[in-house]
């Protein structure tokens, strides 16, 4: 009888061996096809319909214009010699906006650029109605100073929305 146990297990082995490699075969199989399906788009794929992007803030229409000036007229507020060129020396420069039916409590804001980079900003809210122009001033205040010779360029804003912008150079 030990005889035909040591043969059995003799036939046991091969069939076990080619039983293990079958499985690792199938194994390597299943591992190739989840790959590829991972990596190749199915038959089933769909086109996204692409999302709108929402309307940007429409502007107010309050600022009917905007301009810089070398004064202003106190009484009205209007723009006093209008210019884009400006001397460094320059006392003052005014950006004058022109108004169209403001609300007391309307904020009005400006960004200042020179030669493309963000230089400053600042705001002012209505607090008088019946207003048709407000002003922003840059003024030289101490003997000697002068303006940053460049170009300007100031965006102004109605309650944080973009309404009108300018440009000036100071030489």
């Known amino acids: ?37 991972k990596t ?10 692409p999302q709108k992007t929402p309307p940007r803030s429409k502007a107010p229409g309050i600022v009917i214009q905007v301009v ?11 723009a006093v010699n209008p210019a884009s060129q400006f001397s460094k020396t320059d006392k003052a420069i005014y950006l004058v906006l022109t108004l169209k039916n403001p609300k007391v409590g309307t904020k009005f804001e400006y960004t200042r650029y020179l030669n493309g980079k963000f230089l400053d900003n600042g705001n002012l809210t209505m607090k008088k109605a019946n207003t048709n122009n407000v002003s922003f001033d840059w ?4 003997p000697g100073a002068t303006h940053l010779a460049g170009n300007y360029r100031v965006k102004v804003y109605t309650n944080g929305v ?9 030489q």
């Open 68 to 78: 810089a000036a070398r004064g202003i007229d106190l009484k009205t507020g209007e």
């Open 162 to 170: 973009f309404e009108k912008e300018t440009t000036y150079i100071v």
């Open 40 to 49: 190749t788009p199915s038959q089933n794929t769909y086109q996204q319909t």
């Open 1 to 37: 009888m030990r005889n035909l146990s040591a043969q059995s297990q003799k036939g046991f082995t091969p069939i076990l061996v080619i039983l293990i490699m079958a499985a690792m075969a199938g194994v390597a199989y299943l591992g190739y096809q989840s790959f590829t399906t």
């Open 139 to 142: 003024t030289l205040k101490k």
